[in-house]
């Protein structure tokens, strides 16, 4: 089982429309997560962390994180186009300060 | 990107010949990490830094060594490349910040490189 699991997509999303992406992640003891944006050819970009459980917002993102479930999610509410890319989710693992990442789910905004 | 760089951004080589690509960071931060992404396989983390001279293996280290005699600068060296070391290699730091969290890891641009 990896470490870190997403939903391997690609998720099209009509402009304007909420897209939802998941993320699991198999260490119970996890206490730190991320969300990174991707555009094609291009570094990945930290968009969101959350630590405690619930709902963390940032303009039109909102993370959720349930550790008693282990997955945390990304919502992106009124999808532009400019959202199009791939989402990576990133989970600290052990007692390092390494992260384990998923393989990422591409989003596509369709206007 | 958080005063990240890496050089060179492209590079194409041979077989068997060696390389090393470089990362320099304005930041301070004393956690230097090198991945490399490849379609399918998303982010694997080859060899990261915690401090000068201080460097650890990850899950794809065979083939790359690292080393860190300043705070600013991680190198990775392939020794003999190959085929199968073609990929976009990104470097990463992280530490602690006034912004961020201590595990909140930013990137650099990136290098492409090619083993023909």
């Known amino acids: 089982q990896k470490e870190v699991e997403q939903n391997s997509g690609p998720l099209s999303v009509p402009e304007g429309a909420i897209a939802s992406l998941n993320c699991t992640y198999s260490d119970r003891g996890s206490q730190s997560f991320f969300w990174y944006r991707q555009y094609s050819g291009k570094s990945p970009e930290l968009i969101m962390s959350i630590y405690s459980n619930g709902d963390k917002e940032d303009g039109r993102f909102t993370a959720q994180l349930n550790k008693a479930s282990q997955y945390v999610s990304l919502l992106i509410r009124d999808s532009q186009p400019s959202d199009s890319a791939t989402y990576l989710c990133?989970?600290?693992?052990?007692?390092?300060?390494?992260?384990?990442f998923g393989a990422g789910t591409t989003v596509t905004v369709r206007a | 990107d958080a005063g990240i760089t890496q050089s060179p951004r492209h590079k194409v080589t041979e077989t068997g010949t060696p390389v090393t690509l470089r990362c320099h960071q304005t930041e301070n931060h004393r956690y230097m990490y090198w991945y490399r992404q490849d379609p399918g396989h998303g982010l694997r983390l080859i060899h990261y830094?915690?401090?000068?001279?201080?460097?650890d293996k990850g899950e794809v280290s065979d083939g790359y060594s690292v080393s860190r005699s300043k705070t600013e600068d991680f190198l990775l060296t392939l020794e003999s490349a190959t085929s199968s070391q073609t990929s976009v290699y990104f470097c990463?730091?992280?530490?602690?910040?006034?912004?961020?969290?201590?595990?909140?890891?930013?990137f650099g641009p990136g290098t492409r490189l090619t083993v023909t």
């Open positions: 990133a989970v600290k693992t052990g007692d390092d300060y390494k992260l384990s």
């Open positions: 990463a730091i992280s530490g602690p910040s006034l912004a961020g969290g201590p595990y909140e890891q930013y």
């Open positions: 830094s915690y401090g000068v001279k201080d460097t």
